[in-house]
């Protein structure tokens, strides 16, 4: 084949490519305060998305948001909490899973939200519930549980307004 066939092959993988992984960082960041009727048919309300963190023994996450969060694959493991854009338990919403089992004294942490969820999940937790035995909750303002931090016992329809909008990491254990 001529060599700008292989170039022109060459940039349009590389296209394609970034394409999808700015379609998969979109899917993954809530959109906060929007126009009326942005995302629908005018006037109509948008539709909250929704992402599955599903935590594993090797310590790298898998996540899934839209359309993959509702497979069944994503709906396995143990539930151990959602969180909340909004207060009240409304807005975008993220599961935490595991396969592992129920809490324990231990626990599961997620390290940096926003490197996890993209940079729109970073510092927007406004509410949260726990579930199978993760009743304490630790939120830091910094990555890697760094920074101030706040614990809270059991669901929260707010989280409070010190800490609304500021979580990065967190920690979850009986």
């Not at 992984?21 to 959109?31: E, M, N, Y």
């Not at 595991?98 to 324990?104: I, Q």
């Amino acid at each position: 084949m001529p060599q700008n066939h292989h170039a022109n092959l060459r940039t349009t993988c590389l296209a394609a490519t970034a394409a999808a992984v700015l379609l998969a960082a979109a899917a993954a960041v809530p959109a906060r305060a929007s126009a009326p009727g942005a995302g629908g048919p005018a006037g109509a309300p948008r539709q909250p998305r929704h992402c599955v963190i599903t935590l594993r023994g090797d310590g790298t996450p898998l996540t899934r948001c839209g359309a993959a969060a509702r497979t069944r694959a994503a709906r396995s493991g143990t539930l151990l909490m959602t969180w909340y854009a909004d207060s009240g338990f409304t807005g975008d919403s993220t599961d935490i899973r595991d396969g592992a089992g129920l809490c324990d004294a231990a626990g599961y942490g997620i390290s940096d939200i926003g490197a996890f969820l993209g940079p729109g999940w970073d510092n927007a937790i406004s509410s949260f519930r726990t579930f199978n035995n993760c009743a304490v909750i630790q939120g830091f303002d910094g990555s890697a549980y760094g920074g101030d931090n706040h614990t809270w016992l059991g669901d929260q329809k707010y989280v409070g307004d010190e800490w609304n909008d500021r979580i990065s990491s967190l920690l979850m254990h009986a």
